[in-house]
């Protein structure tokens, strides 16, 4: 019982991460296509505005999934991470390239380093989610033994539920960004990026489902027992959901309700991680390790379970208050450039 | 050779990660002394000076948020052992520490981005939950480090972990000593290191207003801080005579067990005892027991695969000491001007010193992290783990370790250069209609 309370904990970061985490690397690769010129620029301006005041608070969410995943879950843990070694260092240089570049191409704007920072920052922003999408691949296909180090170091990752999941990361996130930055620009008033990003979620969000669903005859054949669970039970309601909502956020951007295509976009990507711990229940690492199995002892899960307690009582209302004032323009957009100070006041 | 690699990228990370530790607890207290001054003065100087270094603590908590994912990714790829075995201990620690970098990114953005859209007092308020959310944050993180020194609450049979109590756990003996003097080292780096950033600038001759205010806050509450860490500093080595003796017996190179245990400063340790250096007779025992024939545990009590690599933490150990002290006497000197005749001493050779105290500080942190980390080798849980059971037995660590080197060392100069960019460039105009006060 306290096990699975500690498991949905873990499936609750991991969601939070996949659709605020992802939309933020997914800003990072219309930042990468957004072009040159003036256009271009507004774009990339457009994308910093939206996303400037919130983009650390979506990454402390990885940070959440580990520490919950380390507590709760000790052993599995340490066999995820000692196995998946390789794609997870390539995550860590994504994530180290991709924060730096972002935290300092506020003060790059106008010099010779502008372009190869922002080249860094796109690139950071695919490779980063596909590497993280493949440990989660790896372990859905059950390839991670209990051990340290005990799984292949190459086709833990490198293989084809790995490499779909991988994509799948990247696309949703892309996505979701093009959604919500649609949905930012329309308030804005920035008539003609909104509908830009109409264009772009829509091609997006057609990839996206294609992808979600292309991976289905993949999982198939590589991993059959994840297939079985999407596609029966509670697998099947949270597969069902996904398409049935992510349908009908097509729908609401292609008939610009942009603001409530934001709520049913992150919903359509949050029944897919769903989906997937539902499919995987009641194992932890398959084929063979359960959550139970897995479960920290009690006294661990219960000061766990305080420190939720405490979680929800103070950081929920905070990112409350920080998406608010965000959301209603009470924050400001960006630090101004560093060299336009005067211009800003 | 893996294990070396394991050990040198942790250290790697770690280093880095703990100077934006400093500054992210100390910092933002300088941010909001400033901004507090403006509220209650009026004087719109100390408006410039905040907002300013709101941008900068921007910089740095990005880099540090990297930084700080990096470590937790580390502490499961490079000692799965340890993180396997113990992560139940110790875990809540880390849940508590998650919640209050959640706390501190959340205000840091509300604070940052909030500026003249805020009202001036909702814009205070939002960042008094950073240093506060700063400080919880590392204090949890020493719980964790406090625990490896100090392991308790919970029991270990035939190598199963098992009564577990967390709190026992995160209160441990080594958690209040090891707290106390790092946010002391804190307030010193930040403190020091954003004095010697202007002091810089007054060597090269700008002398206005602006760079002698933004000089003395920080200066004057690093200053205040340095004597009393010396005082911290005796309270934690004493605690590790008591509870870790080879450690202290490695930071002091005494190869033997001996009542009148000397004291060296200098000099190098082999075969079993420090050749060069100046002798102080009896000394060691009169600073560990407080009495001169007291005796002092040599490395000779443990066998030699569980004793640590004494130079480099004797050697670690006298460089924080030695910069301590000169940090302690440098604030003395400006704390005595300061209250006699209130004024910053603007000669060269005092500028000079606030210029060389910055880096110094960073010095003395690193070098004490290095003393605490290395003394207490071969273990990674003092008694009970060793450090090589710990790590990974995946290869290709060593290739991991020279990558990432290199990213670690392009943040490094990406940050500083973000940094020198924001100070080039114009200060922060006057708000319309506000004169500055001259």
Not at chain 1, 35 to 48: H, I, K, Q, T
Not at chain 1, 259 to 274: F, N, Q
Request: include cysteine; aromatic fraction near 10%; glycine fraction near 10%.
């Amino acid at each position: 019982m306290l096990a699975t309370l500690a498991a949905l904990l873990l499936v609750a970061g991991l969601t939070a991460y996949a659709v605020l985490g992802g939309a933020d690397f997914g800003t990072g690769v219309w930042d990468l296509t957004a072009g040159r010129g003036r256009r271009g620029e507004r774009v990339r301006a457009l994308l910093r505005t939206c996303m400037g005041p919130v983009w650390e608070a979506n990454h402390v969410w990885l940070i959440f999934t580990l520490v919950v995943f380390w507590t709760s879950f000790p052993e599995a843990f340490a066999s995820v991470m000692s196995t998946m070694y390789i794609p997870l260092f390539l995550a860590a240089a994504g994530i180290i390239l991709r924060g730096s570049s972002y935290a300092f191409r506020v003060h790059t704007g106008g010099t010779r380093f502008e372009n190869p920072t922002a080249l860094a920052f796109g690139l950071a922003s695919i490779l980063t989610p596909f590497f993280l999408g493949t440990v989660v691949g790896g372990v859905a296909s059950g390839r991670v033994p209990l051990g340290n180090a005990a799984g292949d170091p190459l086709t833990a990752w490198w293989n084809p539920t790995s490499v779909a999941v991988g994509i799948l990361a990247v696309v949703t996130g892309a996505y979701l960004a093009a959604v919500f930055t649609a949905a930012d620009a329309r308030r804005l008033g920035e008539g003609d990026l909104a509908e830009s990003f109409r264009i772009r979620a829509l091609i997006a969000g057609v990839l996206a489902g294609a992808v979600a669903l292309g991976a289905l005859p993949v999982l198939h054949g590589d991993a059959p027992a994840l297939f079985d669970g999407l596609v029966h039970g509670l697998g099947l309601v949270a597969v069902i959901a996904s398409v049935v909502v992510g349908g009908a956020t097509l729908w609401l951007v292609a008939t610009r309700r942009a603001s409530l295509a934001r709520w049913t976009g992150a919903a359509a990507v949050a029944a897919i991680a769903v989906g997937w711990a539902v499919a995987q229940h009641p194992y932890l690492l398959p084929p063979d390790v359960t959550v139970a199995d897995a479960a920290a002892p009690d006294a661990t899960l219960w000061a766990l379970m305080g420190a939720a307690v405490l979680f929800v009582a103070v950081v929920v209302p905070s990112l409350v208050l920080l998406y608010r004032l965000s959301l209603t323009g009470r924050l400001g957009h960006d630090l101004p450039p560093a060299d336009d100070a005067s211009a800003h006041a | 050779m893996d294990l070396i690699a394991a050990r040198n990228l942790q250290g790697l990370s770690l280093g880095f990660h703990i100077i934006l530790v400093c500054f992210g607890v100390a910092f933002p207290v300088f941010v909001l002394t400033m901004e507090g001054l403006w509220l209650r003065t009026g004087d719109d100087l100390y408006r410039r000076i905040a907002r300013r270094w709101s941008k900068a603590m921007v910089i740095l908590f990005a880099v540090g948020v990297v930084s700080g994912t990096i470590l937790s990714f580390e502490l499961g790829i490079l000692w799965p052992g340890f993180m396997g075995k113990y992560g139940d201990v110790f875990g809540f620690a880390f849940g508590l520490e998650g919640t209050s970098f959640f706390v501190e990114a959340i205000f840091v953005a509300i604070y940052a981005y909030g500026w003249d859209r805020l009202s001036k007092r909702a814009h205070f308020l939002a960042g008094l939950p950073i240093p506060i959310a700063g400080l919880f944050g590392s204090l949890f993180v020493i719980a964790v480090n406090g625990w490896m020194n100090n392991p308790v609450g919970f029991t270990e049979v035939n190598g199963v972990v098992g009564d577990i109590q967390p709190l026992q756990a995160l209160f441990n003996g080594f958690f209040w000593h090891e707290l106390v003097h790092m946010l002391l080292a804190a307030f010193m780096v930040a403190g020091f290191m954003t004095a010697s950033v202007y002091a810089v600038a007054m060597l090269r001759g700008r002398r206005d207003r602006l760079t002698r205010i933004a000089l003395v806050v920080p200066l004057t509450i690093a200053c205040l801080v340095a004597p009393v860490q010396l005082l911290v500093g005796d309270w934690a080595a004493r605690t590790v005579v008591a509870d870790q003796p080879v450690k202290l017996a490695a930071m002091e190179g005494l190869g033997r067990t001996q009542a009148y245990a000397p004291w060296h400063l200098g000099g190098w340790y082999s075969d079993g005892q420090v050749h060069g250096g100046i002798a102080i007779p009896d000394m060691l025992s009169l600073l560990t027991h407080h009495d001169p024939s007291a005796v002092v545990q040599g490395l000779d009590s443990v066998p030699p695969e569980d004793q640590p690599p004494v130079n480099v933490v004797r050697i670690a150990f006298q460089l924080m000491v030695i910069v301590g002290s000169g940090l302690a006497l440098l604030a003395v000197i400006h704390l005595w001007t300061w209250w006699r005749r209130r004024r910053l001493i603007t000669r060269r050779w005092f500028l000079l010193a606030i210029a060389a105290a910055g880096p110094g500080a960073i010095v003395a942190l690193e070098s004490g992290w290095v003393t605490t980390e290395v003394g207490r080798q071969p273990w990674i849980v003092y008694n009970l783990m060793r450090t090589s059971d710990a790590a990974t037995r995946a290869g290709g660590i060593p290739v991991v370790w020279i990558l990432l080197g290199v990213v670690y060392l392009g943040l490094a100069i990406g940050a500083v250069w973000a940094l020198r960019r924001l100070a080039k460039s114009p200060p922060e105009p006057p708000l319309p209609g506000m004169a500055e006060a001259s």
